[in-house]
Nanobody, 118 residues
Framework: QVQLVESGGGSVQAGGSLRLSCAAS?????MGWFRQAPGKERERVAR???????YYADSVKGRFTISRDNAKNTLYLQMNSLKPEDTAMYYC???????????????WGQGTQVTVSS
């Protein structure tokens, strides 16, 4: 089992920045961020392997940066130039493989809300 605890969400105006953190109870190969807006499916935002290989959704490329501190088992998401369409509940997830489908990720945090106003 892996426990994941997110922090860092909040409300910000468009163009602002937020940094999300996710503390894991133990190391896993792949960690990622997903988000879900009301009435929409959960979507991938970014993921990173323990070796540092990253993936970003097209909608966040150039604005978001995913990173991890393997010594602290902590995942981060630096979000810059935020847009109203980034408003969603953001979830941290962990898995032994960097799956594409959210349903294949075994471990999930409780989520942290990000709200971007125009």
């Amino acid at each position: 089992q892996v426990q994941l605890v997110e922090s860092g969400g909040g409300s910000v105006q468009a163009g602002g920045s937020l940094r999300l953190s996710c503390a894991a109870s133990r190391a896993t190969y792949c960690m990622g961020w997903f988000r879900q807006a009301p009435g929409k499916e959960r979507e991938r935002v970014a993921r990173i392997s323990s070796g540092g290989t990253t993936y970003y959704a097209d909608s966040v490329k150039g604005r978001f940066t995913i990173s991890r501190d393997n010594a602290k088992n902590t995942l981060y998401l630096q979000m810059n130039s935020l847009k109203p369409e980034d408003t969603a509940m953001y979830y941290c997830a962990a898995a032994g493989t960097c799956y594409i489908e959210p349903t294949k990720w075994a471990y999930w945090g409780q989520g942290t809300q990000v709200t971007v106003s125009s």
